[in-house]
Every structure is written in C-alpha cells, then in structure tokens.
C-alpha cells in the first residue's frame, strides 16, 4: 500500500457519503468503486467529520508545559 494524496474533492466526498449515513468502511467501498483506490478505514475517519478533531491529550500537556515554561524565562 503506498502514500495517497488526499485532495480537498476527496475530502468533501467522504463527508457527503458520512452525512448520507454511510459509516467509514461503507465509505471506503464507495471510494474504491469510484476511483478503484484503496482507502484505509482509519484515513477515511479522520476526514468524515474534521470539525470533531482535537489534539491528544499528549499534545495539550505539552503545550501547557511550553506556554508556563516561557512564562516562567
């Protein structure tokens, strides 16, 4: 499986498909039927709904880390 570029058309296009009720591999068949591409399961979710996407937990405890570390300079 190699590297695909995922263009903002493809974006939108998992969205549409998400907000008609298709869940992510139902998604991923109907990419492959359309543009005979293999899309990962996990690559598709991340674009269904983008508004949802929150950095970890991980990055907030370092960017908190950071921000009183300057402080403190």
Known sequence: MG???WT???KKRVQELHNKGMAS???VESLYAETG??????SVRRYMNPKQQQPCSYTKKMDYFY???KMKV
């Not at 591409?37 to 996990?42: A, E, G, L, N």
């Open 67 to 69: 921000s009183v570390r």
């Open 3 to 5: 590297y695909t570029k």
């Open 8 to 10: 903002d058309e493809l």
């Open 37 to 42: 591409i293999y899309y990962p399961v996990r």
């Open 25 to 27: 591999p139902e998604i």
